[in-house]
């Protein structure tokens, strides 16, 4: 297996106002039962690993410091309580390769940034020496992305590739570390109430406790469910060439002055042999661009083939034609002036909702600059800015107070702003649409007033010339077609080979939806069917070791949809007894453990801050010590932090090989150094 | 019957009891507690000596708000405003701000003057520091000169 993370050692480091205090704690591979009294501390040390690795955001959204008071405020030390003026957890841990890093963060310092993380590459807590150290960034955006992100560099040095997922707003985003680790350590006052209790939903990403399950389990599911994500990217992909493609065509048909008959519309339509074939009107009648060139080409020369007529002969002619063309040019101004008026009207909506959009941008920006002043106003006006409350009357103040008494909070309103953002700029995007249109056919009018104006002229010229000459409107007619049919031939080949390019696109695109259709119609694969019955064989054979008594171990099923244990197809998450509930969660979690630790995204650690909740028997705690001890020697690495008493925790082990960390009673587990 | 009777008729045969719940309501983003501390610790902390008179600390924090005041600040200080353009108004929300971070132990006020206390200029410090946040206010105050003297603040509230 190549994902793993091995904890080596963890180290606290606090000063106060008073002496030096903390503790350096080592941690073995197998198993390693943590002692300590109940509220001497145990639950920092686990904690202080979470928040070591950044990832305290899988407990809650919000960036508050998830650590104890002894961390951050005041500290006991023979029974005096002192001041904290600075802390720092380093937590040293290997990957699977054996490479070893040590990673420091500081909980509370006056010029240190708690949102950076230093990594020191190598063992700094167990070997004290010069490494190499660089300096990353967690809790803010990017942190999983970013090449300074500190999540980007631990996903790296784990060996998992966090795969793109994608979200409920139909965007993507990578899997985030604060999404599988709760498959790794359970804390102790949430994280026992049920089954994933800590799965942080607040990312936005659709059935999250799904797609984490699947990568930890390595399951097959998941890479389909990354190849349909795939396609559908590809797709999207093609659908945008075709808007580009048919944009050309479009355009081309301008600028030959040809009209698409039938024009195509969506995709999944594809192209049809009737459908966008160019036409021109020769003489009233539609003709296609072939006929029509061969056409031309005749009537061009059977004209040069005759001399050209005489200015008496073709006068009467001249003069009704005339007059025509004239009424013609007149309607093409009118309308052409009243095109101009409605563009006019766009370009100032234009305007407008560019400001518009403008204004709200900048909104945006001090939203976001308040999210991040009220993270740093925190560390000094704590009581302002993070709960809300008056310095000095201790009551209730809340932003904008006055001018709302129902503000939204900060996330809500940048929400918020960024739909308006939105909504503006597809009405700018309409707009600006329409003006391109009317552009176009402007375009187009005024052209065609072009050619009516030049024969007019030539109309008018020939009339006025002597009776013998030439007629100048019959020259000109001559050269007009001879111009027209250059362009014709000009713009056939890009127009046909524009349109067999689209046929092609479309064809690649249906390939491409079926694979798509296909992969939807699958089930589930039989490997990820024989995973699925070894999670579902440890969870039964483990209930059966803890005493599972709510009912029969042989009848609790994992779903092979959500991947949580059901009885008779319903979730186990709800009916059992609070005991029952504790032995489901052991057997779960450490069943994912043996599975996913083969070929999953698992990293072989678990850490259970005190499972020994609810009474839970002295039998079954027995027996978890017993199995996770047995298990632990075939690699990787069990936490436990417990307050049983040593000598009936030292029975319970009887046998069995471990690594004990014992802080003895009536010691804290933060005391002074040296 | 009559619209309203429908409705009446509706809500009377509904079962249930209607509650009516104010709607969270969008707030311009000066208006955030935290923007506004800290807002107000970084235009004190470009004050000689960290501190500002009132009236002058008041010159700065309305400027701050629009990029049209800001530019129109900015103008008067290149001595190329005109003299009819140039209204600075007091925005009365600043007094309620200053109370709150006086109260938060971040500035002082006294004799018509703020100043910055150890809090708010670690709080100020950080915010100089990071690239990201209030880059447009930030960019206005470096536009201005540091040192504005009380003659200068005179000429600009009253036209001297």
């Known amino acids: 297996m ?5 904890l080596r050692a963890l180290s606290l480091e606090i000063q106060t106002e008073g002496p030096r205090v903390g503790r350096t704690i080592r941690f073995n591979e197998g198993l390693n039962i943590l002692r300590a009294d109940n509220t001497s501390g145990k639950s920092t040390a686990l904690q202080s690993i979470i928040f070591a690795l950044g990832l305290e955001g899988m407990l809650s959204p919000n960036r508050q410091v998830p650590l104890p008071h002894s961390m951050t405020d005041s500290v006991v030390v023979d029974d005096d309580e002192v001041a904290v003026s600075e802390s720092l957890v380093r937590l040293e841990f290997a990957n699977a390769s054996g490479e070893i890093v040590t990673v420091a963060r ?29 300096e990353y960034y967690v809790r803010r955006q990017g942190a999983a992305q970013n090449e300074a992100g500190f999540h980007r560099f631990l996903a790296d040095f784990l060996g998992l590739s966090l795969p793109r997922v994608s979200r409920h707003d139909g965007s993507e985003s990578p899997l985030y570390l604060e999404t599988i680790f709760p498959y790794f350590y359970v804390e102790q006052k949430h994280g026992w109430n049920g089954l994933q209790a800590r799965m942080p939903s607040y990312l936005g990403i659709r059935d999250v406790a799904r797609r984490s399950a699947e990568f ?15 396609l559908a990217s590809t797709l999207a992909e093609l659908e945008n060439e075709w808007q580009l493609k048919s944009q050309e065509l479009h355009d081309n048909a301008r600028a030959a002055v040809v009209v698409l008959q039938n024009p195509h519309r969506r995709i999944s339509e594809g192209i049809a042999e009737h459908q966008s074939v160019p036409m021109l009107s020769i003489d ?8 029509a060139i061969e056409r031309l080409t005749w009537q061009l020369t059977q004209m040069e083939r005759d001399e050209v007529r005489s200015v008496g002969t073709v006068a009467s002619e001249l003069e009704r034609s005339l007059a025509e063309k004239e009424a013609s040019l007149q309607r093409n101004v009118a309308i052409a002036a009243g095109l101009r008026q409605e563009a006019a009207e766009l370009g100032r909506q234009v305007q407008q909702l560019d400001e518009r959009i403008a204004a709200l941008e900048d909104d945006l920006r001090r939203h976001r600059d308040s ?12 009581a302002m800015l993070a709960d809300h409350r008056c310095p000095t009357c201790h009551q209730e103040v809340s932003d904008g107070a006055d001018i709302s008494t129902h503000a939204m909070s900060i996330a809500e309103n940048i929400e918020f702003i960024r739909r308006q953002i939105t909504v503006f700029r597809g009405s700018r995007a309409d707009a600006a649409r329409v003006a391109a249109t009317i552009a176009a056919r402007l375009e187009s009018l005024a052209s065609e007033s072009r050619d009516l104006r030049s024969q007019i002229r030539a109309g008018r010229q020939t009339l006025v010339s002597a009776t013998g000459a030439p007629a100048i409107s019959e020259i000109e007619s001559r050269l007009r077609l001879r111009q027209r049919l250059e362009s014709l031939e000009l713009y056939a080949g890009a127009l046909e080979s524009t349109r067999s390019e689209l046929v092609g696109i479309a064809a690649r695109w249906a390939t491409q939806k079926a694979a798509l259709r296909e992969l939807d119609a699958q089930n589930g694969s039989e490997n990820d069917d024989a995973k699925l019955r070894r999670v579902e064989r440890s969870v039964r054979d483990q209930l059966r070791l803890y005493q599972f008594d709510s009912l029969n171990p042989e009848m609790v099923d994992i779903d092979r949809e959500t991947y949580r244990p059901t009885n008779e197809g319903f979730d186990l998450g709800f009916d059992l007894s609070a005991s029952d509930m504790i032995r489901l969660i052991w057997a779960y979690l450490l069943a994912f453990k043996e599975v996913g630790r083969v070929d999953g995204g698992h ?72 | 019957m009559t619209r309203v009777q429908e409705l009446e008729d509706y809500f009377e045969n509904l079962g249930g009891r209607s509650v009516f719940a104010p709607r969270p309501q969008n707030i311009p983003g000066d208006r ?23 009236d002058h600390l008041s010159v700065l924090w309305w400027a701050m708000l629009s990029p049209a005041t800001r ?11 005109r003299p009819d353009e140039l209204l600075v108004r007091y925005d009365p929300s600043l007094s309620v701000t200053l109370d709150l971070a006086q109260g938060a132990g971040l500035i002082s006020v006294s004799d018509g003057k703020a100043r910055l206390l150890a809090p708010g200029i670690v709080l100020a410090e950080h915010i100089w520091s990071d690239e990201s946040v209030m880059s447009e206010e930030k960019a206005f105050l470096r536009s201005i000169p540091a040192g504005i003297t009380q003659t200068r603040m005179r000429q600009l509230l009253e036209w001297r």
Request: with cysteine.
């Open chain 1, 2 to 6: 190549t994902t793993r993370l091995t």
């Open chain 1, 106 to 134: 500081a909980a509370k310092s006056p010029s240190r940034n708690r949102n950076l993380i230093s990594v020191q590459y190598g063992p700094a807590i167990t070997a004290v020496g010069e490494y190499e150290n660089r």
């Open chain 1, 216 to 230: 930890v389990l390595g399951l097959e599911a998941f890479d389909v469910v990354l190849q349909k994500q795939r």
């Open chain 1, 284 to 291: 009233g009648a539609w003709v296609a661009m072939a006929p």
């Open chain 1, 371 to 382: 999210e991040v002043l009220e993270n740093y106003g925190a560390a000094h006006s704590h």
């Open chain 1, 603 to 674: 990293l072989d650690l678990l850490i259970f801050d005190e499972p020994r909740q609810q009474e839970a028997a002295h039998e079954s705690y027995e027996a978890l010590l017993q199995y996770t001890a047995r298990r632990a020697q075939n690699g990787g690495q069990i936490v436990i932090a417990t307050s049983e008493p040593e000598p009936s925790l030292l029975d319970m082990l009887t046998g069995a090989t471990y690594h004990l960390i014992n802080i003895p009673e009536g010691q804290r587990l933060l005391v002074p150094f040296g």
């Open chain 2, 32 to 54: 955030r507690l935290a923007w506004r501390t800290g807002a107000v610790c970084v235009v004190l902390s470009r004050g000689r000596s960290k501190t500002l008179a009132l």
């Open chain 2, 71 to 81: 530019e129109l600040l900015s103008r008067w200080f290149a001595g190329q405003a």
